[in-house]
């Protein structure tokens, strides 16, 4: 990808879009047949490779009989049993929030500090958890959904999930630095490549980086390695999923044609 000093175009305002008209939360398979290993899935237990890993080992009972097949498909009213207990698949939620400064995303926290789940504890009746992490004092887009398939295949690092920042700097940016970003940074845990950089501001304190890398405060580190400070970070892209009508603090589920997107 061509790299633009100035391009504003992808890291300028959003304008306000139309107000989702449906919701895209799954029933998990209680209306038609489902294959077995979703049904497990769903139901909290684990993640499909591994319910695979139960049927094949004889642990699921569908209706009182041991299910081996892979293949095998729940009928709706049919009771599916691991360990002696009735599984209940859940109905799939995706729920996107604008988080605010201040919040650790955890799902709960030793300490009484206020988590990211204070904020979504409405959303839905579902357990959901935040795909990823956005530290304490970064602002902006967490997805939170009971979908472990997707969580898993949105946080593996082969699948080079697309993130998009805002980075406030406490000083200009130089050339010489915003060349050798440009050109990859090797840190302590490895070569930092970013997809795109941009200033977006005249004063050339405002970046625009886009990303694909889900270290642990990569972007952070990644100008603390030249000596700036970070003291605004806000993520307004990931996986395609943008802040367009979200304020901060606030939550929206995502459309079909998001998830669409996603999946």
């Not at 633009?4 to 306000?16: C, D």
């Not at 879009?17 to 038609?32: L, V």
Request: glycine share 8%; proline share 5%; net charge positive.
């Amino acid at each position: 990808m061509q790299r633009k000093q100035n391009s504003k175009k992808k890291f300028g305002t959003n304008k306000p879009q139309n107000t989702p008209e449906s919701s895209p939360q799954k029933s998990a398979g209680f209306d038609e047949p489902v294959r077995l290993n979703r049904y497990i899935a769903n139901s909290g237990v684990c993640s499909r490779r591994e319910a695979d890993k139960l049927i094949e080992a004889g642990e699921i009972k569908v209706d009182g009989e041991v299910i081996k097949e892979m293949g095998y498909k729940v009928q709706p009213g049919q009771v599916v049993k691991y360990n002696g207990k009735a599984l209940n698949p859940e109905t799939l939620q995706y729920i996107l929030l604008n988080k605010p400064k201040g919040f650790i995303t955890t799902t709960s926290d030793p300490k009484g500090r206020r988590t990211v789940m204070d904020l979504v504890k409405n959303a839905c009746p579902e357990q959901i958890f935040p795909v990823g992490r956005l530290d304490r004092a970064t602002t902006g887009l967490l997805l939170f959904t009971n979908d472990g398939d997707l969580a898993r295949k949105l946080t593996h690092p082969s699948k080079q999930i697309l993130k998009v920042y805002q980075v406030t700097l406490d000083q200009p940016i130089t050339q010489a630095d915003f060349d050798e970003i440009v050109n990859g940074v090797k840190l302590e845990d490895g070569l930092v490549e970013v997809n795109d950089l941009a200033i977006v501001s005249s004063d050339k304190k405002n970046i625009g980086i886009e990303i694909h890398i889900g270290k642990n405060r990569i972007v952070r580190r990644l100008f603390e390695h030249f000596g700036y400070k970070v003291e605004k970070l806000d993520r307004v892209v990931f996986a395609g999923l943008t802040k367009k009508d979200l304020p901060r603090g606030k939550w929206r589920t995502l459309t079909d044609k998001e998830l669409r997107g996603l999946k």
